[in-house]
């Protein structure tokens, strides 16, 4: 199936490896990068590698059915993440687990990136907390010419309602985005892209469009 072992052999093991870091690193101190509008933005140092981790602390007003039902809109994620230019679904494998592509608008001269997401949900019925697993995956739609893909790329979502339609948001984020890439950009994609992106999620869940939905598969 495989015709160059080796090279896939190294692809497993990089994948290990970084599950392990992210292990290690959820016990690592976090440094406060932002602090404003109620949305905080941390940074942390990952064994053996020069990207920064980003973490997101912050409070929505919404529903889990009416936060739940705007991630799975990928198309809307053109609207609130940061810097995406194109975002569609490639396959919808349940109500709760769906692949979707993004391409990644970088600065001029830095080459646009773009990444395979398997996007999970699952809700823990006692609690109502959800959890949110997003990890680069390879194939379904094939490299393309004039853009570097991402292969190494792991988000947490951990949403807790708190009460009076309010949601208590840990969000963790790590990339690896290939290529060569200045350290002012990786800071300006750890630090303002996070905060850019938590602030139209906020716009987008205000602005009625989700307010009606009502989700049979998650529990409000």
Not at 122 to 131: A, E, N, W
Not at 141 to 154: A, E, F, N, Y
Not at 197 to 210: C, I
């Amino acid at each position: 199936m495989f015709s160059n072992k080796p090279f896939f052999m190294k692809r497993v093991i990089i994948a290990i490896f970084l599950s392990l870091s992210f292990t290690t690193l959820y016990a690592t101190d976090w440094e406060l990068k932002k602090d404003q509008d109620g949305i905080k933005v941390f940074s942390a140092s990952v064994p053996n590698s020069n990207i920064k981790a980003v973490k997101v602390e912050c409070m929505l007003t919404a529903s889990p059915s009416q936060l739940v039902a705007l991630l799975l809109d990928t198309k809307a994620h053109e609207q609130w993440v940061y810097s995406t230019k194109i975002s569609y679904l490639v396959k919808k494998v349940s109500d709760l687990e769906q692949i979707y592509y993004s391409e990644i608008k970088m600065p001029w001269p830095i080459t646009n990136r773009d990444v395979l997401v398997d996007f999970k949900i699952t809700q823990d019925t006692m609690s109502r907390v959800i959890s949110v697993n997003a990890t680069a995956v390879s194939g379904y739609i094939p490299v393309k010419d004039g853009i570097i893909r991402v292969l190494l790329s792991k988000v947490n979502w951990t949403v807790t309602p708190v009460g009076n339609n309010q949601l208590k948001i840990e969000y963790t984020a790590q990339a690896d985005p290939g290529g060569s890439v200045p350290a002012w950009v990786v800071n300006m994609f750890c630090d303002k892209g996070p905060f850019e992106t938590f602030k139209k999620l906020r716009t987008m869940l205000a602005s009625g469009d989700y307010k009606n939905v009502h989700l049979k598969f998650i529990k409000d």
